[in-house]
């Protein structure tokens, strides 16, 4: 069996950067969005890790933890779930496809130990036994391109898990009010592979038989589609709301689960305290703004930066949570290490959500249209 430390089966490709989270590029990050984006490359997800929950209860048991209604989620069939504490702030995410005998959850390597750790404890007499499933690795792509690959199917069903993102799932809700929506032709999908597989594409990809993209391109293209995640996007603080992810995670009208009052009254009667941005930077300079980097509207601290990208079609461009209260038309700057960088804002998460705002839809233009 390959082994199962993040990358390592990649490091043997020509151009191959490889770090502790896996394959981050193969020498063009911006060629590799392009190809990755196309359906002609694959990006192995070093970043990702695999849980299984087999046991008759396994549905029914997850859908009383999580904000997703999973009790009839038919095999096959991709979502996601939130694990939420008390006051309704996030603290787990994982994408779920089910096989008729196990859930599969497949999350952020930073988080799987944390989930794992956290469902082990709620148990209780239930017939479910979550593990960590080490023995798998996570693929992604377009789904032509995962189509290429051979999925593990232990119950005879390949596991291929389709991101719901971002049409808006049976009791979700969405805030952003463009259309189109930046993620409307985002073709993306993550194949559960055995580490032998894994092992193969990487030989086939060191012989020139098959095209990677690396994690640096899988994750510009994800800021490029507003698309939350948990690694980057999720602090102490983060609601649902806040990030639109109402949209694919969360269930408004399922059943009793931790959380829920928060999530119902935000949305019903409230607004998030946050909400989501998109900046396009100014693209003169070539530093990108760290995790973390302050957003300012003059000398004020108005937010965070919470991903940063250098986009093949857009430039550079960043996911950041702002102040709710935060003008949508006020000039910004983001912090940097070679100083200021003005961003403009284009919002995701209006400042009127909750309370069932009726929000009118925006025609979007792209920065790039604009300027033809």
């Avoid at 020509?14 to 490359?41: F, K, N, T, Y």
């Avoid at 032709?185 to 086939?204: F, L, M, P, S």
């Avoid at 038989?209 to 102490?236: F, H, I, K, N, Y």
Wanted: aromatic share 4%; with cysteine; net charge negative.
């Amino acid at each position: 069996m390959a082994s199962a430390a993040p990358g390592a089966p990649f490091a043997a490709i020509p151009g191959a950067v490889v770090d502790e989270a896996g394959l981050q590029h193969v020498g063009s990050p911006l060629i590799e969005q392009r190809r990755l984006a196309a359906g002609a490359a694959l990006a192995p997800l070093g970043d990702r890790a695999v849980i299984a929950v087999p046991g008759e209860d396994r549905l029914s048991w997850l859908d009383s933890l999580s904000s997703q209604a999973l009790t009839r989620l038919a095999p096959g069939v991709g979502t996601e779930l939130l694990i939420l504490d008390p006051h309704g702030h996030v603290e787990h995410a994982a994408s779920v496809i089910d096989d008729g005998e196990t859930a599969w959850l497949i999350a952020d390597r930073a988080d799987v130990a944390g989930l794992h750790e956290w469902l082990r404890k709620m148990r209780f007499r239930l017939r479910v036994d979550p593990r960590i499933a080490d023995e798998y690795a996570v693929v992604g792509g377009a789904a032509a391109a995962v189509e290429r690959i051979s999925p593990t199917a232990p119950s005879g069903l390949p596991l291929v898990w389709r991101d719901p993102w971002p049409d808006v799932s049976p009791g979700g809700h969405a805030y952003a009010a463009v259309d189109p929506h930046p993620g409307a032709e985002r073709d993306w999908a993550e194949a559960i592979v055995t580490r032998d597989e894994e092992q193969r594409i990487a030989d086939a990809a060191t012989r020139g038989e098959l095209e990677l993209a690396g994690l640096t391109a899988v994750d510009a293209l994800r800021v490029a589609a507003w698309r939350p995640r948990w690694t980057t996007d999720v602090d102490e603080r983060a609601l649902p709301h806040e990030l639109d992810w109402l949209r694919t995670a969360v269930h408004l009208d399922k059943g009793c689960y931790r959380g829920q009052e928060t999530i119902a009254k935000v949305h019903n009667l409230g607004h998030p305290p946050r909400r989501l941005v998109a900046l396009q930077l100014d693209g003169s300079g070539s530093v990108l703004p760290a995790h973390g980097a302050v957003v300012r509207h003059g000398e004020a601290e108005v937010g965070v930066v919470t991903s940063a990208a250098l986009h093949f079609e857009e430039g550079p461009i960043a996911l950041a949570v702002v102040r709710r209260s935060l003008a949508v038309d006020a000039a910004l700057t983001v912090d940097t290490a070679d100083g200021p960088v003005a961003a403009a804002q284009e919002v995701v998460v209006p400042p009127d959500a909750g309370a069932t705002a009726n929000v009118p839809r925006i025609t979007r233009l792209s920065r790039r249209a604009a300027a033809q």
